[in-house]
Structure formats: structure tokens, C-alpha cells
């Protein structure tokens, strides 16, 4: 009996210690703070069949019998473009571009407005040289969005972090320009 009273006492402290431990522990989570954080604008310019002299992206497929100068119905669903547009440090599409922003976007929902984005950021300034890597769901209904930072090369060698998108501004189907704040985690 004197055992048996001797195991559960040693069982009772273990979990004490176990439970006690990682509540101590979750008040002393690490408090990340970015290592990098960067604010730059890139500009969509779709090709809608007479802009192709300023254009800068392209639905490339569409849903069946639909056209690839105009944008699907139904929430878009279904089409995928490609892009390659300037990227600037202000909202002004004729400031000097720093970079590119290289990639394609797909809506991917039937019922509300959907993108799911994966591109690059090819930036070739006097402040940075590099690429930033993103990847993510763009729930455009939402004002504000996380994507990942998937890595980089450059300035911005293996970065990992959040870019928080947000629409600035759209004009129709044809222009939208988003701003994007990334701040990086992993910086080396």
C-alpha cells in the first residue's frame, strides 16, 4: 500500500511540475520584433484588349468560353493572371520604380472575392538588391491581409516574415495598386 501511495504521490508531483513548467513557460513566450520592415507599392495595369502599350498583366486562362481581356463573372473565378509590375516607394505610379513585382494571382472561391498570390519582389536599388519571396490567400473583401514571406536572396537572403497587404486603390477591372508592409523575422 505504502508503494502504491509512494507511486501516485510521484506521479501527482511529475504532472505538478509538467503543468506548472509550461504554464511558467507561456508567460515568458518570446516577443518577436521584426528585423527588417519595409513599406513599397506595386501597380496593376491589366490587359483588357486596347491598354497593351501599358499594361502589366494578363489573365493567361479563364473558365471555359470566357474571354482573356475581361474577367470572369462570377467573382472571377477561375482565372489566372500573370503580372510584372513596377514597384515604388510612394503610391505614385510614375515615381521611379525600385524594383518589379513578378508573379501571378488566381481567384480560386466561387462565392466572394478571392485571390491566391505567389510572387517575387525584384528589387535593384541603391538601398536594396534582392528578392523577396511571398506566398499566400488574399481575401480581397478583407481591408488589411497576411501573405507569408517565404525567403529571398540578396539583401534579403533566406528573410522569412509577414507582408501585410492592403488595397490603396482600383479603378474598375483594369487598375489596383497595393501597399505592402512587410517586416521580416529572419534577417541574415
Known amino acids: 500500500m505504502a508503494a502504491r501511495n509512494l507511486s501516485s504521490s510521484i506521479l501527482f508531483i511529475f504532472l505538478f511540475l509538467c503543468i506548472y513548467g509550461s504554464s511558467a513557460m507561456h508567460g515568458k513566450m518570446k516577443n518577436y520584433k521584426p528585423c527588417k520592415n519595409l513599406v513599397l507599392y506595386f501597380h496593376?495595369?491589366?490587359?483588357?484588349?486596347?491598354?497593351?502599350?501599358?499594361?502589366?498583366?494578363?489573365?493567361?486562362?479563364?473558365?471555359?468560353?470566357?474571354?482573356?481581356?475581361?474577367?470572369?463573372?462570377?467573382?472571377?473565378?477561375?482565372?489566372?493572371?500573370?503580372?510584372?509590375?513596377?514597384i515604388t516607394l510612394d503610391n505614385n505610379l510614375h515615381s521611379p520604380p525600385v524594383g518589379r513585382a513578378q508573379g501571378l494571382?488566381?481567384?480560386?472561391?466561387?462565392?466572394?472575392y478571392t485571390a491566391w498570390l505567389g510572387f517575387?519582389?525584384?528589387?535593384?536599388?541603391?538601398?536594396?538588391?534582392?528578392?523577396?519571396?511571398?506566398?499566400?490567400?488574399?481575401?480581397?473583401?478583407?481591408?488589411?491581409?497576411?501573405?507569408?514571406?517565404?525567403?529571398?536572396?540578396?539583401?534579403?537572403?533566406?528573410?522569412?516574415?509577414?507582408?501585410?497587404?492592403?488595397?490603396d486603390a482600383f479603378e474598375g477591372e483594369v487598375y489596383f495598386r497595393l501597399r505592402v508592409n512587410i517586416n521580416l523575422y529572419e534577417c541574415w
Do not use: C, E, W
Open 44 to 86: 496593376d495595369i491589366i490587359y483588357n484588349g486596347q491598354n497593351a502599350a501599358n499594361a502589366t498583366s494578363a489573365i493567361v486562362a479563364a473558365p471555359q468560353g470566357a474571354n482573356l481581356t475581361i474577367l470572369a463573372g462570377q467573382f472571377h473565378f477561375g482565372n489566372i493572371a500573370v503580372f510584372d509590375d513596377p
Open 105 to 112: 494571382y488566381l481567384y480560386d472561391t466561387k462565392n466572394t
Open 120 to 167: 517575387s519582389f525584384v528589387l535593384n536599388s541603391t538601398d536594396y538588391q534582392g528578392t523577396i519571396n511571398f506566398i499566400g490567400a488574399d481575401p480581397l473583401m478583407n481591408k488589411t491581409r497576411d501573405i507569408s514571406v517565404v525567403g529571398g536572396t540578396g539583401d534579403f537572403f533566406m528573410a522569412r516574415g509577414i507582408a501585410t497587404i492592403m488595397t
